[in-house]
């Protein structure tokens, strides 16, 4: 029979950054802990079971949503609900905005984080494709220097990030959306609130004369960790953007796929999904930007 309580750990509470970063020096085996939304669960079925926890909950100074320098910044511990609420997250990446709404229920989504989210890196999570489609980045703190990461380069594998081990993801920055961009984000799930089985996020720049100046289609839960899907994406750029095109292009989504079989799919049904929604993703960003130009 599985357990169902965490093994004994310490604990402590960070009232700063710094002295996060100094717990995690000090004992070798620790996790950082926000929302506990993913890590709870994975402690309490012995999945992990990790000898010291270190609370960042508590450090206001992670908490935060504002554009700086022509982007929009997310502080660590903005839950999902505050990102899915902000105006200025709404007006100025609806992508982003539409992502953290569909996480799982209101319950995980006022508790969870966006850092604690992306650190955890599941496959199937909603923030991995966004930030991939977005081109955004990753701004981690430890041993006394800053580091920028960009999302290509922090999504390494299942559950593994570029963090090091007393390292800590403390902001997310991804771009102001333009003027003649367009965006979706779009998911298939058995039933609410589960995990993806396949999700899908896409960014189009479209510019004079209809030609496609930027395609970015990222997929999730259909590898290791999300990626891009540049077969698509080559063929939707320096063409003019129609129906027809999203459908040539969506048929080659599966492209450098290589998904799991497991209760929500198997690796082909995974593949077949992988086209239908993005194709559903590309139409529904194409749709988008019509909307914007039209007000």
Same mark, same amino acid.
């Given at each position: 029979m599985p357990t169902f309580t965490p093994a004994a750990f310490d604990y402590y509470s960070a009232k700063s950054l710094d002295e996060a970063i100094r717990l995690l020096r000090?004992?070798?085996?620790?996790? !950082?802990?926000? +929302?506990?939304? $993913?890590?709870?669960?994975?402690?309490?079925?012995?999945? &992990?079971?990790?000898?010291?926890?270190?609370? &960042?909950?508590?450090?206001?100074?992670?908490?935060?949503?504002?554009?700086?320098?022509?982007?929009?910044?997310?502080?660590?511990?903005?839950?999902?609900? %505050?990102i899915h609420d902000s105006e200025l997250v709404r007006s100025k990446c609806p992508l982003l905005s539409e992502a953290a709404g569909r996480i799982a229920d209101m319950q995980i989504r006022n508790r969870g984080t966006i850092g604690g989210s992306i650190s955890h890196a599941d496959p199937s999570a909603d923030y991995l494709p966004v930030l991939?489609?977005?081109?955004?980045?990753?701004?981690?703190? +430890?041993? +006394?220097?800053?580091?920028?990461? +960009? %999302?290509?380069? *922090?999504?390494? #594998?299942?559950?593994?990030?570029?963090?090091?081990? =007393?390292?800590?993801?403390?902001?997310?920055?991804?771009?102001?959306?333009?003027a003649n961009e367009g965006q979706a984000y779009v998911k298939f799930i058995r039933r609410e609130a589960e995990f993806a089985t396949v999700n899908v996020a896409v960014r189009l720049i479209v510019g004079r004369g209809g030609l496609v100046e930027k395609a970015r289609v990222a997929l999730g839960a259909v590898a290791n960790t999300a990626i891009r899907a540049t077969a698509v994406e080559e063929i939707l750029e320096g063409k003019k953007i129609s129906e027809d095109l999203i459908s040539k292009a969506s048929k080659v989504a599966d492209q450098g796929? #290589?998904?799991? $079989?497991?209760?929500?799919? $198997? =690796?082909?049904?995974?593949?077949? !999904?992988?086209?239908?929604?993005?194709?559903? %993703?590309?139409?529904?960003? *194409? %749709?988008?930007?019509? =909307?914007?130009?039209?007000?």
């Open positions: 000090e004992h070798d085996d620790a996790k !950082l802990i926000a +929302g506990g939304q $993913s890590l709870l669960a994975m402690m309490k079925l012995r999945l &992990i079971e990790p000898k010291v926890l270190v609370d &960042i909950s508590k450090i206001p100074a992670l908490d935060y949503l504002k554009e700086r320098d022509g982007q929009l910044v997310i502080g660590a511990l903005a839950t999902h609900q %505050a991939l489609a977005l081109e955004g980045s990753i701004v981690a703190e +430890g041993a +006394g220097k800053e580091m920028v990461i +960009g %999302a290509k380069d *922090f999504f390494v #594998d299942t559950f593994t990030t570029a963090l090091g081990p =007393a390292e800590v993801a403390k902001e997310v920055c991804v771009p102001i959306i333009a796929t #290589d998904p799991p $079989s497991d209760i929500r799919g $198997s =690796a082909a049904y995974r593949k077949h !999904l992988a086209k239908v929604w993005a194709k559903r %993703a590309l139409l529904r960003a *194409f %749709a988008n930007l019509e =909307a914007r130009r039209d007000r």
